[in-house]
């Protein structure tokens, strides 16, 4: 890379979906090109597949450095219980083995997970009020725990598969997604990011959109005008959108992230915060953004 070379040309936010189905309104897609310039929604008119946005994502990849973000948890805590699935045999105790083993085990249209869920190992989950306490189901990793620690707010948990979030369900879904980007784009932070210049210096992180909010100065709610967008837009170090009409929340989310994808990528400490060990590289991930 030379000096001023920039090491992503592209920064893209993925609002994903866990939900059933083979397309999915949920999902919305917003790319950043390196500079200040406004983000904007890929295919907004657009219902997107899983599948398909995979396929889009390798030819992006193919065409340019692109640093992906993704809003799901690469995996589920690890470090505060010492296993993925307590008690469970077989159960894998790295991240990439147990996006492997979740795709193994998940047999739901279109990259889905609910079956893993909801068959495979369903003691795991809070699907509601039957299951009992829900606090005794929510549990954090350890970047879960920091961005907490500062006030980040990251309330719900790879276990919680009901609600308005379905995170487990978004999650799931996404490791398997992951299983099929292994080995052909960088993860961080289970792989080291690409060398630049390389032939593939793409690389996928974990995102947060509250996180970027909060950086933008905003208070981390939901942003439902396009003026709420461009004024965290703005907070950003970006253009600001001058959308023609209000965003859904998807993609709002989206278009802010992507922005603050793209201010923290510049430097270079954004890739190594002090919380993250090879330990938790290796099993829980870390969501780009918590310092």
């Known amino acids: 890379m030379n000096d001023g070379e920039p090491r992503f040309r592209s920064f893209v936010a993925i609002d994903w979906s866990g939900a059933k189905g083979r397309r999915h309104k949920g999902i919305a897609v917003a790319e950043a090109r390196h500079g200040s310039g406004a983000p904007r929604i890929i295919r907004p008119d657009h219902v997107w597949s899983r599948t398909e946005l995979l396929d889009w994502l390798f030819e992006q990849a193919e065409r340019e450095p692109t640093l992906f973000g993704f809003d799901f948890s690469f995996a589920p805590?690890?470090?505060?219980?010492?296993?993925?699935?307590?008690?469970?045999?077989?159960v894998p105790t790295n991240a990439r083995a147990f996006w492997h083993y979740v795709d193994h085990h998940s047999d739901d249209e279109d990259l889905g997970a609910a079956s893993f869920l909801e068959a495979v190992h369903r003691p795991h989950f809070y699907f509601g009020i039957a299951d009992g306490v829900k606090a005794d189901f929510v549990h954090f990793r350890q970047c879960d725990a920091a961005l907490n620690a500062q006030s980040g707010r990251k309330t719900a948990s790879a276990y919680d598969a009901i609600g308005a979030a379905q995170v487990a369900k978004a999650s799931f879904s996404g490791m398997r997604l992951l299983h099929r980007l292994d080995g052909q784009v960088a993860i961080w932070p289970i792989d080291p990011l690409p060398t630049p210049g390389s032939k593939n210096a793409s690389a996928v992180v974990e995102i947060y959109t509250r996180i970027y909010l909060r950086r933008a100065g905003m208070s981390g709610a939901k942003l439902r005008t396009a003026a709420d967008v461009d004024r965290a837009l703005m907070g950003l170090g970006s253009d600001p959108a001058s959308l023609l009409v209000d965003p859904t929340d998807h993609q709002s989310d989206a278009l802010v992230t992507a922005a603050g994808m793209r201010a923290l990528a510049q430097?270079?400490?954004?890739?190594?915060?002090?919380?993250?060990?090879?330990q938790i590289a290796r099993t829980e991930g870390w969501t780009f953004g918590v310092l």
């Open 77 to 90: 805590p690890f470090v505060e219980r010492g296993a993925y699935l307590p008690g469970e045999a077989n």
């Open 267 to 278: 430097d270079p400490s954004s890739f190594a915060p002090p919380g993250l060990t090879a």
